[in-house]
C-alpha cells in the first residue's frame, strides 16, 4: 500500500490550502427565512466559507491540521499555522456558533458535516495551541445535536452518501470516547441496534454517485465499535469475501467525468473502500485478511492520482485519501 511520506503531505496540503479559503464556486446548505438572509457563504460561515460547500471545508482544515501534525517539517507548516490562527478566532466561530440557533438550522449538515467537526475539534486538541480549546463549544453543539438525533432516528441510513448513517457514527465515536462517553454508549448501542443481525449482504453497488460503500461503512463501524465480536459477524454478514464476492466489492468503481460533481463521488468511493478494507484486514485472519489488504491497496491506487485535477474533486478527496493513508498497516 502506498505510504504517506513527506512528499505526499505537502502536496496535499497544499491542495487544501488552495480550497479551504476559495469562497466560489459554493453550494450552500442554507434556508432562506426571508430576504434578509440571502448572504454569502463567508458572512454565514466566517471559516468554513471555501472548499465549494460547509462540510468539504471542516474536513480540509482536519487535512491541514492532521498533515501539520504528523510532518511538521513540510515546507506549509508554517502557512498552515498561520492560517489556523486567523482562523480559529473568538469572533468567527461565535459566528458558526450562531448560525445552528437559527430554526431552520436544525437539520443543518446533518450528519456528515455534523460527524466531520467532531474529528477536526478531536485533531485540533492534538496541537500545542489552542485552537482545540476555541473550536470545543462548536463541537459540544454538534455532538448535542448528534444525540438527540439518534434518539429519535428509527432507521438507519444506508445510502452511500453525506446522510449514511454509519460513517457518521465511526467519525464521531473518536470524539465521544474522549469527551462524551454518554454519546460513545449510545453509538455503540445504535450501531448494533441497526447493524448487528445483518446477514448475506447482497452489496449491490456502486450507486452513480455514490462515494461511500453502504456494505464497507458499515463493517468498519461494527469494527469500531464491536472490535471484539467483529470476526464472527462479519463472516456472517460478507461470507464470501474468501471466494472474492459479492465481486463488487472488489473491484474500483469507474469514473467517466471528474468535471460531473456527482460522478466525481466515484472516485471518492474507491477511496473510501481502501480507508475500509485496510481498516477491518487487521480484525480477520487467513485468505479474508490477505483479500480485504489486496482490495485496499487497488482501491488506493486506482484512486490516488485523482486527487487533484478538477475542482469537483479537488475540494475534497485529499481529506479520504488520506483516511486511507492512516489506516492501521498490520
Same mark, same amino acid.
Given at each position: 500500500?502506498?505510504?504517506?511520506?513527506?512528499?505526499?503531505?505537502?502536496?496535499?496540503?497544499?491542495?487544501?490550502?488552495?480550497?479551504?479559503?476559495?469562497?466560489?464556486?459554493?453550494?450552500?446548505?442554507?434556508?432562506?427565512?426571508?430576504?434578509?438572509?440571502?448572504?454569502?457563504?463567508?458572512?454565514?460561515?466566517?471559516?468554513?466559507?471555501?472548499? @465549494?460547500?460547509?462540510?468539504? =471545508?471542516?474536513?480540509?482544515?482536519?487535512?491541514?491540521?492532521?498533515?501539520?501534525?504528523?510532518?511538521?517539517?513540510?515546507?506549509? !507548516?508554517?502557512?498552515?499555522? &498561520?492560517?489556523?490562527?486567523? &482562523?480559529?478566532?473568538?469572533?468567527?466561530?461565535?459566528?458558526?456558533?450562531?448560525?445552528? /440557533?437559527?430554526?431552520?438550522?436544525?437539520? @443543518? /449538515?446533518?450528519?456528515?458535516?455534523?460527524?466531520?467537526?467532531?474529528?477536526?475539534?478531536?485533531? !485540533?486538541?492534538?496541537?500545542?495551541?489552542?485552537?482545540?480549546?476555541?473550536?470545543?463549544?462548536?463541537?459540544?453543539?454538534?455532538?448535542?445535536?448528534?444525540?438527540?438525533?439518534?434518539?429519535?432516528?428509527?432507521?438507519?441510513?444506508?445510502?452511500?452518501?453525506?446522510?449514511?448513517?454509519?460513517?457518521?457514527?465511526?467519525?464521531?465515536?473518536?470524539?465521544?470516547?474522549?469527551?462524551?462517553?454518554?454519546?460513545?454508549?449510545?453509538?455503540?448501542?445504535?450501531?448494533?441496534? %441497526?447493524?448487528?443481525?445483518?446477514?448475506? =449482504?447482497?452489496?449491490?453497488?456502486?450507486?452513480?454517485?455514490?462515494?461511500? &460503500?453502504?456494505?464497507?461503512? /458499515?463493517?468498519?463501524?461494527?469494527?469500531?465499535?464491536?472490535?471484539? /465480536?467483529?470476526?464472527?459477524?462479519?463472516?456472517?454478514?460478507?461470507?464470501?469475501?474468501?471466494?472474492?464476492?459479492?465481486? &463488487?466489492?472488489?473491484?474500483? !468503481?469507474?469514473?467517466?467525468?471528474?468535471?460531473?460533481?456527482?460522478?466525481?463521488?466515484?472516485?471518492?468511493?474507491?477511496?473510501?473502500?481502501?480507508?475500509? %478494507?485496510?481498516?477491518?484486514?487487521?480484525?480477520?485472519?487467513?485468505?479474508?485478511?490477505?483479500?480485504?489488504?489486496?482490495?485496499?491497496?487497488?482501491?488506493?491506487?486506482?484512486?490516488?492520482?485523482?486527487?487533484?485535477?478538477?475542482?469537483?474533486?479537488?475540494?475534497?478527496?485529499?481529506? @479520504?485519501?488520506?483516511? !486511507?493513508?492512516?489506516?492501521?498497516?498490520?
Amino acid at each position: 500500500m502506498t505510504k504517506l511520506d513527506a512528499i505526499l503531505a505537502s502536496h496535499m496540503a497544499r491542495i487544501a490550502l488552495g480550497h479551504v479559503t476559495r469562497e466560489y464556486p459554493h453550494k450552500l446548505d442554507h434556508v432562506l427565512e426571508s430576504e434578509d438572509d440571502a448572504l454569502t457563504p463567508r458572512v454565514l460561515h466566517p471559516i468554513f466559507f471555501g472548499s @465549494f460547500d460547509w462540510h468539504s =471545508c471542516v474536513h480540509g482544515w482536519w487535512t491541514l491540521l492532521t498533515l501539520r501534525r504528523l510532518f511538521p517539517n513540510i515546507e506549509d !507548516a508554517a502557512a498552515i499555522s &498561520s492560517l489556523s490562527d486567523g &482562523s480559529f478566532t473568538p469572533e468567527k466561530l461565535t459566528a458558526e456558533l450562531c448560525y445552528l /440557533e437559527r430554526p431552520t438550522s436544525r437539520g @443543518f /449538515e446533518r450528519p456528515y458535516g455534523w460527524a466531520w467537526l467532531l474529528q477536526l475539534h478531536l485533531e !485540533a486538541t492534538r496541537h500545542p495551541e489552542n485552537w482545540g480549546d476555541k473550536l470545543e463549544p462548536l463541537a459540544r453543539a454538534f455532538a448535542g445535536r448528534l444525540s438527540d438525533y439518534l434518539h429519535i432516528l428509527t432507521y438507519p441510513i444506508r445510502v452511500g452518501t453525506h446522510f449514511n448513517t454509519a460513517f457518521a457514527l465511526i467519525l464521531s465515536l473518536a470524539w465521544a470516547e474522549r469527551f462524551d462517553e454518554p454519546l460513545a454508549d449510545l453509538i455503540r448501542g445504535r450501531s448494533l441496534h %441497526w447493524f448487528g443481525a445483518d446477514r448475506d =449482504c447482497q452489496a449491490w453497488e456502486p450507486g452513480g454517485d455514490e462515494f461511500l &460503500s453502504p456494505a464497507l461503512i /458499515e463493517a468498519l463501524c461494527m469494527a469500531r465499535t464491536h472490535s471484539a /465480536e467483529f470476526a464472527a459477524w462479519f463472516g456472517q454478514f460478507l461470507p464470501g469475501v474468501e471466494q472474492l464476492q459479492p465481486a &463488487s466489492l472488489f473491484e474500483p !468503481a469507474i469514473v467517466s467525468d471528474r468535471s460531473d460533481g456527482k460522478i466525481a463521488h466515484l472516485d471518492g468511493l474507491n477511496l473510501s473502500r481502501a480507508w475500509c %478494507w485496510q481498516s477491518i484486514a487487521p480484525l480477520l485472519e487467513g485468505g479474508v485478511r490477505s483479500n480485504a489488504k489486496t482490495a485496499a491497496d487497488v482501491h488506493l491506487a486506482t484512486a490516488l492520482p485523482h486527487i487533484a485535477g478538477d475542482y469537483m474533486g479537488e475540494h475534497w478527496l485529499a481529506s @479520504f485519501a488520506l483516511l !486511507a493513508l492512516l489506516a492501521p498497516q498490520g
